[in-house]
């Protein structure tokens, strides 16, 4: 077996993680897959997996060492937001490139961050941290309605709802505290961040090594909700806009000490300029990164690992037209019948990959986040509006049928 190993701790369930092997072959790098339960990952059959209790950062250390005791380890990184803090403390113990775990601890904590945030002057919502539904009226009524009341860790839009007046708040704030363990069976804080909702576009700055690669134009379903449909790449913003979205998404990286490899900075380009949403510390979901790749020719997936095993990392975009994903959303709740469309969406011209992440029979349930997707259409274009035209086609070609009620089978 040959090459210095690359340590994943799990990845995330759908996008890109099944690609951060393949990049890591592409260095000469073999990559290893720590998970509770590979199983759980499609892909896992063609990587070296090895089962590991990975909630806990004193056997994620016991595996990597184990794997070092014959093989050099270049890096351990992660995929998943759940695993981060995970990866930066093993990092850290093995002396190997990483963030500083107490940055990533405050980063994942979505009250801490924003206060480091506002320390540091980077424009972020008002705000305050709650602890029970009571705290949670209180600071909603100081705030004034309406209020975006979520979880103080998480990423996908789980929790996250937009409140307009006591009774709803209290409903939404009772259902997130009475969660014990997130969608991958971890224990989470019990915690609410409720803060002033910020009217305006939204947009992502995708950061690799402390500066922007690039602007994401996001689109979103209806409120209350927060579920992303789609996303455009690069943002359609006049240069006075990408400059002051630029400017706040490095500068909150610099205050969260997030200067090696990934982040995905969140922002809202409100009537006053930007303001902070989020900075997550990993790459963007959402296909993202593919679009990144298709419109400049930067593999974030490959500079990310390139930071995390310690080899040099300085992406050099060339803007060549533009990219976007629509994503097919359940219709509702049932059993998958079928999808109709999908060979016509994918002779739809500039559209380059459409697929279909359930199969007939599997149940949906929408759940007013990332798991109401069902699949994507990506197109590419000679400009990001050519690509959201093509990848609207597409998405409009498809056509998924659900059975429910009576019609369920038994």
């Given at each position: ?11 995330n ?19 290893v ?12 059959g063609a ?7 990975t ?34 403390a093993?990092?850290?113990a ?35 941290v709650?602890?029970?539904?009571h ?26 709802r937009?409140?307009?007046d ?6 939404h ?13 971890v224990?989470?804080?019990?915690r609410?961040t409720?803060?002033e ?14 500066a ?5 134009r ?6 209350p ?7 455009d790449?690069?943002a ?17 990286v ?22 902070l ?11 993202i990164?593919?679009?990144v ?14 930071a995390?095993?310690g080899?040099?990392s ?13 994503f ?9 019948s ?7 969406a ?5 559209v ?13 349930a ?29 998405l409009?070609?498809i ?12």
């Open positions: 077996m040959s090459g210095d190993l690359l340590v994943l701790v799990e990845s369930t759908t996008g890109t993680g099944r690609l951060f092997p393949e990049a890591a072959r592409t260095l000469g790098l073999h990559p897959l720590l998970a509770a339960d590979p199983a759980r990952y499609a892909w896992s990587v070296e997996a090895v089962p590991t209790d909630d806990s950062t004193e056997a994620v250390v016991d595996a990597c060492r184990a794997l070092a005791a014959t093989r050099r380890l270049a890096g351990i990184t992660t995929s998943s937001d759940y695993f981060v803090g995970t990866a930066a093993a990092a850290a093995l002396g190997l490139p990483g963030h500083a775990p107490d940055a990533v601890a405050a980063v994942r904590d979505k009250g801490a961050q924003r206060r480091v945030l506002a320390e540091a002057g980077v424009r972020v919502p008002r705000f305050t709650t602890g029970s539904v705290e949670t009226l209180e600071a909603a009524g100081s705030l004034g309605y309406p209020v975006v009341v979520k979880p103080v860790t998480g990423s996908g839009s789980l929790g996250v937009l409140c307009t006591p009774d709803e708040t209290a409903r704030a009772a259902t997130v505290l009475a969660r014990e363990h997130n969608e991958r069976g224990p989470v804080p019990r609410l409720v803060e909702f910020v009217t305006g576009d939204e947009y992502s700055a995708e950061v690799q090594s402390g922007v690669v690039g602007v994401t996001k689109h979103l379903g209806e409120l909700l927060f579920v992303e449909t789609g996303h790449f690069p359609p913003l006049a240069p006075e806009a990408r400059e002051a979205v630029t400017a706040a998404a490095e500068a909150a610099r205050a969260l000490g997030l200067t090696l490899g990934p982040a995905h900075v969140e922002l809202r380009l409100g009537p006053d300029g930007p303001v949403i989020e900075v997550n510390p990993r790459l963007a979901g959402g296909w990164p593919r679009l790749q298709e419109a400049t020719g930067v593999d974030l997936i490959l500079e990310t690992v390139k995390f095993a080899r040099p300085a992406p050099g975009a060339t803007p060549r037209g533009g990219a976007a994903i629509r097919v959303t359940a219709p509702g709740d049932g059993v998958l079928h999808v109709d469309g999908v060979a016509e994918r002779t739809a011209p500039g380059i990959d459409v697929e279909i992440y359930r199969e007939p029979g599997d149940r949906v929408l759940a007013g986040d990332f798991r109401d997707r069902i699949g994507h259409v990506l197109a590419r274009g000679d400009s990001p509006a050519a690509a959201a035209a093509a990848a609207a086609e597409g409009h070609r056509r998924p049928a659900l059975l429910t009620g009576e019609e369920v089978p038994a």
